[in-house]
Each structure stands twice: as structure tokens, then as C-alpha cells.
């Protein structure tokens, strides 16, 4: 068939070389437009069963009945997790669809949660996290085998390398009292728990400090960072709001995560000037620019000093 022919019948002739088990090994030597006319067939087919079969389901127990309705509905979160979920299911078509194959959406089907999971450890292994986070000994001890501790350490190192976004104050201390509270934690003192309870699983996993670079700030390094907008309090003199800068710890760890990805981005090649100005404004999106002493300014002054 002529390449501009396969062109034309793109979604056909993807379904026709499925049926003779050659998709996957025409994938594998196709290139340039070929192979992105390729790419753009399976997307296709695959895009209902995948919108259908998992990320309305997901979308419904989300509680996002607008996101539920059709892709173009999804939000900004929704589509980034519904992109990612078909380029895991386009690389396992891509590379498993090996025997023949009658019905490619119905192989797609029964391969989705497969396909998901292999993407998300396959994310995960990108960004340097564990694939399947487990307490190791050395720190199940170190939280004298206390069942909240332990949970909640697995919760770090699951969080360190999703594909959640992470939000200006790092951990999402209030979704885990929220999980807990369901399960019968006090509402009242259930936020106040986690985040002491957040601090002493970190303080133990900083024990190590190699181990604690390389399987937490090394993944927080490589995540999307949410816009929120600036927090505000009335000032006592009744003057305009002024801004709340955040604790010591907490501006500590954002620095860390910071210094994570600028020594991966540096190490990949960047121009180290425009990393740093670009990590520490992006890490330090919300904090205010003054004359003075400002986290953003002692962060810069400290990688200046490096």
C-alpha cells in the first residue's frame, strides 16, 4: 500500500495489520509521518474505549459529573490524567499487539488496567520514585512499627511520584485527614494529627539522607506545580492585607525540591542561570517579590553560594 493511502485509511489499516498480528512490529519501524499518522490512528480507536471504560468511571467516583460527560468536558487535572492514561495504552498497543486480533477495541479493553498501571509505574520509574512504595526496615523500625506511620510513609513515597500536582504547601496533609476522618478519625484534631504525624515520618526518612534525596525529593523535583493564588490576612493596623509567607520547614523543603531540580536540570544540560530564575520562580510561584530579604531571594542567594 502507498504511504499516502495508508494515510487516508489510517484507522482501517491500523485495525487490518492488528488482524494479521503486525501492528506492534510495524510500529516498531515506523517513522517521521508514518509512524505519527500511526500513532494518531491508534489514538483514535483507542480514545472512547479508554474515555468509556475507565476515565468516566474514575470521573463519576471523583464526584466531577461534568468531567464524566465527554473528553472536551474533562478540567485541566482530568485531561493531563486522561492524556496520560492513552499514551500508556497507545505504548502497550504499540508494543504488545503481537497475534492476531479481531477486535482491536475489545484487545484494548481487556488490556486497560494493565496498560494504565505499566504507564503509571513507568512514570514513576522516570522520575526516580519507586515503582511499588514500601516501608523499608531501617524506617519501619525508626517509626517503632506504629501502624499510622508506616501508612503514612507509604502515602509520602506514593505521593513523591504521582502524577498529582503538588500544591504550595507540598504534602496533601488535608486529603489524607480527610481519608482519615472517613475511617473514624476525630474531624476536629484529624488535620492537626497528620501533619505532626507528616513531620515525624520525614524527620525518620531524613535519616538517611541519600535514600530520602533519591526516592522523595528527587520525584517531588520532576511534578507540576499548581497556580493558587496568594494567601492573604488583614494586617492589625486595618491597612491593606498583607501576605503570609509560610514556617521555616515548610520553605526549607520547598527549597530542597527546588535544589532537586535544578541539579537534575543542570546535569541534563541547561543553561544553569535560567534553571535556577525558572525552578525557584516556579517553586516559589507564590511568594511575594519585596526589596527585602524575601524565601525567594535567600533561596537564590543560597544557590548562588553553591
Excluded at 200 to 211: D, N, S
Aim: one cysteine or more; charged letters at 30%; glycine letters at 6%.
Amino acid at each position: 500500500m502507498a504511504e499516502n493511502d495508508f494515510f487516508r485509511t489510517a484507522p482501517d489499516e491500523v485495525r487490518r495489520l492488528a488482524s494479521r498480528g503486525e501492528l506492534a512490529d510495524r510500529a516498531a519501524i515506523a517513522r517521521g509521518d508514518a509512524r505519527r499518522c500511526l500513532r494518531a490512528s491508534v489514538f483514535e480507536i483507542a480514545q472512547p474505549v479508554v474515555f468509556r471504560n475507565l476515565t468516566r468511571k474514575l470521573e463519576l467516583k471523583r464526584g466531577h459529573d461534568r468531567c464524566a460527560v465527554a473528553v472536551h468536558n474533562l478540567a485541566d487535572r482530568c485531561l493531563d490524567r486522561f492524556h496520560d492514561d492513552m499514551e500508556a495504552v497507545v505504548h502497550d498497543v504499540f508494543h504488545n499487539a503481537r497475534i492476531p486480533i479481531t477486535s482491536l477495541e475489545g484487545w484494548i479493553h481487556s488490556r486497560l488496567s494493565y496498560a494504565t498501571v505499566d504507564g503509571y509505574r513507568r512514570r514513576r520509574s522516570e522520575r526516580g520514585a519507586l515503582q511499588r512504595p514500601r516501608v523499608p526496615r531501617w524506617l519501619a523500625a525508626k517509626l517503632d512499627e506504629d501502624p499510622m506511620l508506616t501508612a503514612l510513609a507509604v502515602d509520602i513515597l506514593e505521593f513523591a511520584g504521582s502524577d498529582i500536582a503538588m500544591g504550595p504547601g507540598i504534602w496533601p496533609t488535608e486529603q489524607w485527614a480527610e481519608y482519615r476522618v472517613a475511617r473514624g478519625s476525630d474531624p476536629a484534631t484529624a488535620l492537626q494529627v497528620v501533619e505532626e504525624a507528616t513531620e515525624v515520618v520525614l524527620t525518620a526518612m531524613r535519616a538517611r539522607p541519600k535514600w530520602y534525596a533519591d526516592y522523595v525529593e528527587r520525584p517531588l523535583g520532576h511534578k507540576r506545580l499548581l497556580s493558587v493564588s496568594l494567601s492573604r490576612f488583614p494586617s492589625e493596623d486595618g491597612a491593606d492585607p498583607a501576605f503570609r509567607l509560610e514556617e521555616p520547614d515548610a520553605l526549607a523543603e520547598r527549597a530542597a525540591i527546588a535544589m532537586a531540580a535544578i541539579d537534575r536540570r543542570i546535569a541534563g544540560g541547561e543553561v544553569p542561570e535560567a534553571v535556577v530564575v525558572e525552578v525557584v520562580s516556579s517553586v516559589f510561584h507564590d511568594e511575594p517579590w519585596t526589596d527585602g530579604p524575601t524565601a525567594v531571594g535567600r533561596v537564590l542567594a543560597a544557590v548562588a553560594a553553591r
